[in-house]
């Protein structure tokens, strides 16, 4: 983020009191950009914000969606059924 203006907007907080907010550089929101190049997910379970960019880097088959990579989400439920 070296040589960006980077403003972050407080959205609401979580369960664990940590500030959820909206992050941009230069203007450009961080999240939608990570999401679209496929190295984040949209965390429906909260919002259906970045919902488009994780379908088209779906299709594009971008980063993490090139590998098959489990969601987190799906991992703990899983992993929590192993023991």
Known sequence: MHGHTITCEPR????Y???VALCRADGVDI??????AGMALAF???SRDYVGQEEVAHFQGLCMHAHGCEKPWEWRVRAKGDH
Do not use: F, H, K
Request: aromatic residues 6%; glycine residues 6%.
């Open 17 to 19: 009191g940590s500030t």
């Open 12 to 15: 609401t907080n979580d369960r």
């Open 44 to 46: 429906v379970r909260y």
């Open 31 to 36: 999240e939608a950009e990570m999401v679209r």
